[in-house]
């Protein structure tokens, strides 16, 4: 039904405190990884958060935090930002018709049909930066500004960017310290503009403001964690294993709503997270495979 209002989507969620400790070790466990590579909280919140709330109550109070998030990882890579900042005008230029767009899609979607197509927008982005994709971009402007527009539309209708700016910014071959400036310049914009704009379309409610004191707490505990931790373990293979759990996530949430949508019966739907397992695991296989350490020489007989 395209007439459901935010009190039925409230009536719709659990009790309170199993959706609260549920939504708190989820966002810590997403403030840990992005601590550790310097995005996704986001992209692993709004998976496993949308089994249990929607869109309209979610985005609001993850944007909020995202604001300071960001703001703090652009603070810690500051030295990074002069020489990235012209690469990355071009994407925030395109940005903001594309969050103005993606807004109003938000306000009036029905939030079932704005979880599929959250689900199915993230789920192949995940898996090509799984793959490991990668080709050069040089086109800076010419790239830039239709990408922009289309980040913008899918960061405000589901406040996740991380994956396709990952992609963008590792076939730019930028270096660590210009990747993790680029982003986090890019993620303040984009949060600070879908703010204003879901504040101006009143999509701020009661319910989102109820998730700050569960986000709040786990960000502040799981961000310093995350940064503390990746420093005694490979990063690459971190970031790997945290995308094969996403995208194993968003394949189950993408079977569920695909039964809540009546547009595939159960089981039949759980093909799509089956399918989803399956890609993820000959790419996991493959990673490791490429990245496994080459054998020593045995050198008992040279002379």
């Not at 879908?194 to 379309?201: D, G, P």
């Not at 569960?214 to 990063?235: E, H, M, N, T």
């Amino acid at each position: 039904m395209s007439g459901a209002t935010p009190k039925l989507e409230a009536n719709e969620m659990p009790p309170f405190d199993a959706a609260a400790i549920f939504l708190a070790a989820t966002a810590f466990f997403a403030a840990f990884v992005n601590g550790a590579i310097g995005y996704g909280f986001s992209s692993l919140t709004v998976p496993l958060a949308l089994i249990v709330y929607t869109n309209r109550i979610l985005n609001p109070a993850i944007v909020i935090i995202e604001v300071f998030v960001n703001f703090y990882v652009l603070l810690i890579n500051l030295n990074g930002v002069r020489a990235v900042w012209k690469r990355v005008l071009p994407i925030l230029l395109g940005l903001l018709p594309g969050i103005a767009i993606g807004g109003y899609v938000l306000a009036s979607l029905q939030p079932g049909w704005m979880k599929f197509a959250t689900y199915l927008g993230i789920l192949p982005l995940i898996l090509l930066q799984a793959a490991g994709w990668r080709r050069s971009i040089r086109a800076n402007w010419l790239i830039g500004l239709p990408f922009g527009s289309m980040l913008g539309v899918l960061y405000s209708v589901t406040t996740i960017s991380g994956p396709p700016l990952a992609m963008l910014f590792n076939n730019q071959g930028l270096v660590k310290n210009e990747f993790r400036a680029g982003l986090a310049l890019v993620r303040v914009v984009e949060s600070s503009v879908t703010a204003i704009v879901y504040y101006k379309l009143g999509l701020f409610v009661s319910e989102s403001a109820s998730l700050l004191y569960v986000f709040v707490p786990s960000v502040v505990l799981g961000i310093p964690a995350g940064s503390y931790i990746i420093r005694r373990i490979d990063a690459e293979t971190f970031r790997r294993i945290c995308m094969s759990f996403d995208a194993w996530v968003v394949g189950f949430g993408l079977s569920r709503v695909l039964i809540e949508l009546k547009l595939m019966e159960s089981p039949w739907a759980y093909s799509v997270m089956a399918a989803t397992m399956l890609i993820d695991l000959c790419l996991l296989y493959t990673f490791f495979m490429a990245h496994a350490p080459l054998p020593k020489r045995d050198n008992r007989f040279a002379k």
